[in-house]
């Protein structure tokens, strides 16, 4: 069956403008994840859907970023303002709630973004 | 929040011997997932094992397997028989009751021909 799929799989951005990025998780899959991860380091934590609300936004770095759900389906990260720092693979992650936390995550390709 | 810890940041092996990574965790809760996923240079992430913190017995996936200590808080990872395809990094997760996910740093594993 599908996986998850990110869009766009690759944005290049000037520094200033807002970027949307786009997760499509597997269809019946309650929960959905965004991880930062910066060339060559972990994954950062940035918020966790469970459909549609948001009960940990705690990895947010700043009110730049924004991130929705809607009918328990698609999510998009938003970004305003893009600074460079900003520049990494944003990857979105899905599992199945009702499986308890034994689910895995299953996750997409990433997007990644490069700030210029 | 939960933290997990790599302390490795790369670790080699040779091609067929056995390797060995580390992580451990700190959380207050009593029951949990933890997991090693691998990410190869295609940065698809990829689930290696699974362990339930109320299982005993450690958590085995044909050449990796787990030794997991939950008074001690550690999960590591040992894969034997080491191929070429096992070079990637390899994160250490937690799963609490809530769902939330939280990954280690990494470990990059390169395997010697």
């Known amino acids: 069956g599908a996986g998850v799929s990110q869009s766009p799989s690759n944005k290049v951005t000037e520094k200033g403008k807002d970027v949307e990025l786009r997760c499509d998780p597997i269809?019946?899959?309650?929960?959905l994840y965004w991880y930062r991860q910066r060339l060559g380091q972990g994954l950062e934590f940035l918020i966790y859907?469970?459909?549609?609300?948001?009960?940990?936004k705690s990895g947010l770095p700043s009110d730049r970023f924004s991130a929705e759900r809607t009918g328990e389906s698609v999510s998009t990260l938003t970004i305003q303002r893009t600074q460079q720092e900003d520049s990494a693979v944003y990857l979105c992650a899905s599992s199945l709630a009702r499986g308890g936390f034994y689910s895995p995550l299953h996750f997409g390709n990433g997007t990644r973004l490069t700030v210029t | 929040a939960q933290t997990v810890t790599q302390s490795q940041p790369e670790m080699s092996v040779q091609e067929a011997e056995t390797v060995t990574l580390s992580c451990t965790y700190d959380t207050s809760e009593s029951d949990y997932y933890l997991f090693w996923y691998k990410q190869p240079p295609s940065r698809q992430m990829i689930l290696v094992i699974r362990q339930e913190a109320y299982k005993q017995q450690n958590a085995t996936e044909n050449r990796f397997s787990v030794n997991f200590q939950k008074a001690a808080k550690s999960f590591s990872l040992k894969i034997s028989d080491s191929q070429l395809g096992d070079a990637a990094m390899y994160f250490c997760?937690?799963?609490?009751?809530?769902?939330?996910?939280?990954f280690g740093a990494g470990t990059r594993l390169t395997v010697k021909p």
């Open positions: 997760a937690y799963k609490g009751v809530f769902n939330d996910m939280r």
């Open positions: 859907f469970q459909g549609n609300s948001a009960p940990d």
């Open positions: 269809s019946g899959h309650t929960a």
